[in-house]
């Protein structure tokens, strides 16, 4: 083919989205963007717009996976115990200065699948402690952060392996495409009219204050309690720094903190999870007093459990998000092999880190105060779904009476 499978104006449309509705960037400010250098189309596009939109300074970070694969095959064993921390350090002085974030996610999912699981753990868990200085005024929403997707070829040749180059592309393409919202005549008010309708569903469960949620489903029987003074939120809401964005394009989901210490029962996961090169399948799990104490996987058992044993906080949940299967996510059929796509897809539930801001005044508490409030502590936050047409839940008040949340997956109110 001689034309690019991948629609120009849609992408042109999706680099305006990312800076006009996932950033809302804005007069002055500066941006940091990291990408995939395959994704440099997408790169290239955002910062037109971004400069349009009366951005400071456009400073882009890419990474490369044969530059990636070169450190697992030939770096010295010391080496994966080490991580940029000077990087991470200038980023965290960057957001302290009030510089958005907007990443591009496009790596193949499974670059690492060849590699050696134990150097691909340490060089996670040391990547994850240089980057907390950084991370943690994201996850605490202390700047408009946003994150989109490019359709790069290694990711799409995994979700559609049949296909030609240009055809599998060209089918990712057009399933961010409109997920994002980009495939229609105006997305700023498609997203417009969609924020509007997840702030209806989290402000009616808010109004609710339920102590916990419980879940009903084959192989599903869990309650989660929620943190104290917890708060839901979903789609655009406001940063510390006064700037209201939309952190995930896309997204369906209503979102807020479990109690770490709450969280009884057994749980099975409706879809695989994409970790790190590993497809972890088939999840199993069962919780006593907010703790994983039992996981079984037909697939990447072993690598979850790696993952899991990173810290006290791993194995503890920091994020519970109800999302109705009739998303078009879920309806599009497609496993995308990317958390942002398939959380979207189903009911979530993540291991590790909590965030700040889904706290009643969250922007003033402490983490000892979140900690306290029953927010989770960890270097890792992984999104696993758990949601289906056959999952039911129901929300319980204090004094244990309850209501229907969800029936059948889709919602009950």
Not at 15 to 22: D, F, L, N, T, Y
Not at 38 to 54: D, N, S
Request: contains cysteine; negative net charge; aromatic residues 8%.
């Amino acid at each position: 083919m001689s034309s690019t499978p991948i629609d120009p104006h849609k992408l042109d449309k999706l680099g305006e989205v990312a800076i006009k509705v996932g950033l809302q960037l804005a007069e002055g400010q500066d941006l940091i963007i990291t990408a995939p250098m395959t994704a440099a189309p997408l790169v290239r596009r955002i910062t037109e717009h971004a400069y349009k939109a009366g951005a400071g300074l456009v400073t882009t970070v890419y990474s490369d996976e044969e530059a990636t694969l070169a450190r697992y095959k030939y770096a010295r064993d010391q080496s994966f115990d080490r991580a940029a921390g000077w990087l991470y350090a200038g980023m965290a002085e960057a957001y302290k200065a009030n510089a958005a974030r907007l990443a591009i996610s496009g790596d193949n999912p499974m670059m690492l699948a060849g590699q050696d699981p134990e150097k691909v753990s340490r060089a996670n868990r040391a990547n994850s402690a240089a980057y907390r200085p950084a991370l943690e005024l994201i996850t605490g929403f202390d700047i408009n952060w946003n994150i989109v997707s490019y359709p790069t070829l290694a990711w799409a040749k995994l979700v559609f392996p049949n296909d030609s180059d240009d055809v599998a592309v060209g089918k990712l393409a057009d399933a961010i495409f409109k997920a994002s919202r980009v495939d229609q005549d105006d997305p700023i008010a498609a997203w417009k009219a969609h924020n509007a309708n997840l702030k209806a569903r989290w402000t009616w469960l808010n109004g609710k204050k339920f102590a916990a949620l419980k879940y009903k489903g084959p192989g599903t029987d869990l309650t989660v309690g929620l943190a104290d003074g917890h708060r839901w939120k979903g789609g655009a809401s406001e940063a510390k720094n006064g700037v209201t964005c939309n952190p995930n394009i896309p997204t369906e989901e209503v979102f807020t903190t479990p109690h770490r210490l709450r969280v009884e029962g057994t749980v099975s996961a409706t879809k695989p999870l994409s970790h790190n090169g590993t497809l972890i399948e088939n999840i199993q799990a069962r919780f006593e007093d907010g703790r994983m104490v039992e996981l079984k996987a037909t697939k990447g058992q072993d690598v979850f459990n790696k993952v899991l044993d990173t810290d006290e906080g791993a194995r503890r949940l920091g994020e519970v998000a109800l999302v109705p299967h009739s998303s078009p996510i879920s309806a599009s059929g497609i496993l995308f092999y990317n958390t942002l796509y398939d959380e979207n897809a189903s009911c979530h539930i993540a291991m590790g880190q909590c965030y700040a801001d889904c706290f009643e005044g969250g922007k003033d508490l402490t983490s000892d105060q979140i900690f306290a409030q029953g927010g989770n502590k960890s270097l890792i936050h992984i999104d696993w779904m758990i949601g289906s047409d056959q999952v039911d839940i129901d929300g319980v008040h204090a004094d244990g009476s309850s209501e229907p949340v969800m029936r059948k997956g889709e919602w009950a109110f």
